[in-house]
């Protein structure tokens, strides 16, 4: 038997010091009635979130090999060993959270995060999105139970229709720290469960009597019903409208005659009275979205030119008896065609000799009418319709005196902090990448982890850009560039290597060194904090 070990610790005491420092452990461990020998509650919660952000995407009775050559007792507790984080140990943790009130599990524990943190929350962002698994997920249960999602078929944004899923519904600040969930039915529709998404933030924060934020959405949040009962609950919000009533379609089809802003981002703001209550509907237009829409259009218009093209090629061998039919031919052929193609058509007559063969020399010639064109693209028309087409409209509640147009507007632009939650919840070397549970119970438990995860590294990136601006400090990023806003990803990697060597004591194993370290590690452990150094000592 060797007298020293090596446990690797890499980026682990990073994401235990954030658990630490919101309380994770004591959280869970306040409101669990039952005593463990040697794992509580807390423990077996923050053994997941480990294992969740140690990107090794194992299945449950696989954690404990994910432990084996971590420094377990150093990052959970004296006395657990790997063997204690069986699947058994996890999967009674999982069952007592879906025993409880997810949403407002989650909410609590965000709450207590969000003030340790000092995590501004002046917009709250609402999304949803979907996860797809593979299997039966048939419940089990006689009667029907409420408490429990249906996980089933349903418009799916993995483009996997024929696999069943669950869906997800987050709040989050613009930073991306999520401080609302919803484990929701696969076919769950979003207008119904983002406003349910709202009212639950709304509630968190007037139970606490702290300023609300502003609710934000895309499209899909937005109807004239909602915001008027939004409108009668006192909630401020800003939504996407979508393009399908008569007066949005003529507002974004509109070229107005004087913008406001610049050439990176100008509007123009609307009154627009819905019965007896009255929006700001502000028309924006960026440059970043025109580029997007004529690169768009720009391939869309070659594949129809080509088609296009196609046609009259096929036009211009058919013969016709007289001048008539051949411009019949033109009109019909220039029907359908896209405004920004150019199709140029001319008859021309010529004779030719009937039948086949040579012709004999008592045949008079006939004359045959033909069609001759070209197609081209008319780049004056393919820019009007890309600047069209850039064209959206953000609503709002929000009086003038609170925010500007252009102050509403970036708070939208902030929606993509939720989405880049759910692309790090995807992501293939993440938890949920694939859920490996069978039961429903389970697979709604396993959600609530990944957004606990999730919820731990906002709060270490948000924490590491902080004290970064604060103190005017910079660590390279992937180019070896300066930066004050490094991704907690690359941080992550940067701390790969790091290890405790162990050596044989009296009566067990102890720590002696920490192998690894660099100058940069110790600026980023300086930057976050004593909680986080403690680790690497």
């Known amino acids: 038997m060797s007298n020293f070990e090596v446990e690797r610790l890499d980026h682990l005491g990073i994401v235990a010091g954030v658990c630490q420092e919101i309380g994770l452990v004591e959280y869970f461990d306040s409101l669990d009635e039952q005593t463990h020998a040697r794992v509580s509650l807390g423990q077996a919660v923050l053994a997941m979130v480990l294992n969740g952000l140690g990107f090794s995407n194992r299945r449950l009775y696989l954690v404990p090999q994910f432990f084996e050559h971590k420094p377990i007792e150093r990052l959970i507790g004296p006395g657990i060993t790997s063997a204690d984080l069986n699947d058994d140990c996890l999967g009674r943790a999982l069952?007592?959270?879906?025993?409880?009130?997810?949403?407002?599990l989650y909410a609590g524990l965000a709450h207590q995060a969000r003030r340790r943190f000092t995590v501004a929350a002046e917009a709250v962002h609402v999304d949803s999105t979907s996860f797809s698994v593979e299997g039966a997920y048939v419940r089990?249960?006689?009667?029907?139970?409420?408490?429990?999602?249906?996980?089933?078929?349903?418009?799916?944004?993995?483009?996997r229709a024929d696999l069943k899923q669950w869906q997800l519904s987050l709040a989050t600040t613009t930073s991306g720290v999520p401080l609302g969930l919803q484990v929701l039915d696969g076919n769950a529709s979003d207008q119904t469960t983002l406003a349910q998404q709202?009212?639950?933030?709304?509630?968190?924060?007037?139970?606490?009597?702290?300023?609300?934020p502003i609710y934000v959405s895309d499209s899909a949040g937005y109807s004239e019903a909602r915001m008027t009962e939004l409108d009668r609950k006192n909630v401020w919000w800003v939504g996407r409208v979508p393009e399908t009533s008569t007066r949005a379609k003529a507002l974004v089809a509109e070229e107005p005659a004087t913008w406001?802003?610049?050439?990176?981002?100008?509007?123009?703001?609307?009154?627009?009275?819905?019965?007896?209550?009255?929006?700001?509907?502000?028309?924006?237009?960026?440059?970043e979205g025109v580029d997007r829409q004529e690169a768009t259009l720009q391939r869309r218009a070659e594949q129809e030119r080509q088609l296009w093209t196609k046609r009259l090629r096929e036009l211009e061998q058919r013969p016709f008896a007289c001048e008539a039919d051949a411009q019949t031919a033109c009109r019909e052929a220039r029907k359908g065609a896209p405004a920004f193609l150019e199709i140029v058509l001319q008859v021309q007559v010529s004779t030719q000799h009937p039948g086949r063969g040579r012709p004999r020399t008592d045949?008079?010639?006939?004359?045959?009418?033909?069609?001759?064109?070209?197609?081209?693209?008319?780049?004056?028309?393919?820019?009007?319709?890309?600047?069209r087409k850039a064209n959206f409209i953000v609503a709002t509640n929000v009086p003038t005196t609170r925010k500007s147009a252009e102050e509403v507007l970036h708070l939208y632009k902030g929606q993509n902090g939720v989405e880049r939650g759910f692309a790090f919840l995807k992501a293939p070397l993440f938890?949920?990448?694939?859920?490996?549970?069978?039961?429903?119970?389970?697979?709604?438990?396993?959600?609530?982890?990944?957004?606990?995860?999730?919820?731990?590294?906002?709060?270490?990136?948000?924490?590491?850009?902080?004290?970064?601006a604060e103190t005017s400090a910079t660590v390279p990023d992937q180019l070896k560039k300066p930066t004050q806003r490094p991704t907690l990803r690359w941080v992550f990697q940067c701390f790969e290597g790091i290890s405790l060597v162990l050596m044989q004591g009296e009566e067990r194993m102890e720590a002696v060194q920490v192998t690894g370290?660099?100058?940069?590690?110790?600026?980023?452990?300086?930057?976050?904090?004593?909680?986080?150094k403690k680790y690497y000592e």
Request: charge should be negative; charged fraction near 30%.
């Open 198 to 212: 709202v009212a639950e933030v709304v509630y968190q924060f007037r139970a606490e009597r702290e300023e609300e």
């Open 260 to 287: 406001q802003g610049n050439e990176e981002l100008r509007w123009v703001e609307r009154e627009v009275r819905l019965g007896e209550r009255a929006e700001r509907w502000i028309v924006a237009q960026s440059a």
């Open 363 to 387: 045949t008079e010639p006939e004359q045959v009418w033909r069609v001759q064109g070209i197609v081209s693209v008319l780049e004056a028309a393919l820019a009007a319709e890309a600047r």
């Open 517 to 532: 370290l660099t100058d940069l590690h110790l600026l980023i452990l300086g930057m976050l904090g004593p909680p986080y």
């Open 140 to 159: 089990e249960d006689p009667e029907d139970n409420e408490t429990l999602i249906r996980i089933t078929y349903g418009y799916s944004r993995d483009h």
């Open 95 to 104: 069952d007592w959270l879906t025993a409880h009130d997810l949403t407002a």
């Open 431 to 468: 938890l949920a990448s694939s859920v490996f549970v069978k039961k429903v119970e389970r697979v709604m438990a396993t959600g609530f982890v990944m957004v606990l995860c999730l919820l731990v590294y906002r709060l270490a990136e948000h924490r590491l850009r902080q004290r970064l």
